[in-house]
């Protein structure tokens, strides 16, 4: 699944956004939060509280590109 459609997703408040953001940029988020926190449980609650903050943020923002979006968070 593309980019835009993940946003749109999420403009329409689709639970589905969630798992298709997991399933696109989950592992990399994981891996990055590992690396930082050196635990995987903290890990784990931080890419979750990622995926909070993107739902919470989109919309109104309508990021482009999503992974920077999603990273920089």
């Known amino acids: ?17 969630i798992d298709a953001l997991a399933q696109k940029y989950g592992r990399r988020l994981q891996r990055t939060a ?9 890990a784990e609650e931080a890419v979750n509280d990622t ?10 923002q309508q990021p482009n590109p999503l992974a920077a979006f999603v990273y920089k968070i």
């Open 1 to 17: 699944m593309d980019d835009r459609q993940i946003i749109q997703m999420l403009w329409q408040r689709l639970e589905q956004a």
């Open 34 to 42: 590992i690396n930082i926190l050196e635990d995987p449980q903290d």
């Open 51 to 60: 995926y909070l903050a993107v739902w919470n943020t989109i919309p109104p």
